[in-house]
């Protein structure tokens, strides 16, 4: 498990450097009961199992990235992630062209969850990313 942590370096006027910790956590957290599966308006994401479903539908998503960039997107509804952070989040190796390679895996879970329903759970911040969002009624 890596862990982050946030610090804060300052240098006074006589050069001399000091560090703080501001924070640190953990990048992999474990499954707990509440974030094993996600559901939002007929949308079913059940992360144990690496399956989404609309309305009892599987949808066929691909593990590494359709299925994660989801998963990811909807563990907190509303939040806008920036394609950098969509990236640093699924993939795993370093980045070629992070914006086409974001770009072409919400366009592929888009078309998926247009196979099932006309929700657009996932939505376009114009400059800035992505943000899924809980979408009632049909």
């Known amino acids: 498990m890596e862990q982050i942590e946030i610090i804060l370096r ?7 450097v000091t560090e703080q910790l501001l924070a640190k956590f ?6 707990t009961e509440s974030d094993e599966v996600l559901e939002y308006s007929g949308l079913c ?5 690496h399956q989404a479903s609309y309305q009892g539908q599987e949808i066929s998503l691909t593990e590494n990235y ?6 990811y997107l909807a563990s907190q509804p509303g939040r806008v992630y920036t ?4 990236y640093q989040a699924v993939w795993k190796e370093e980045p070629v062209d992070v914006r086409s390679a974001v770009f072409c895996i919400i366009g592929n879970i888009r078309q998926k969850l ?9 939505q376009t911040v114009w400059g800035v990313g ?9």
């Open 26 to 31: 953990d990048t992999e957290k474990p499954a």
């Open 66 to 71: 359709e299925f994660h960039t989801l998963a």
């Open 10 to 16: 300052t240098t006074d006027p006589t050069g001399k």
């Open 83 to 86: 394609k950098e952070q969509i």
């Open 114 to 122: 247009w196979q099932v329903t006309t929700k657009e759970y996932i």
């Open 130 to 138: 992505y943000k899924f969002v809980d979408v009632p009624g049909e």
């Open 45 to 49: 994401i059940d992360s144990l199992r």
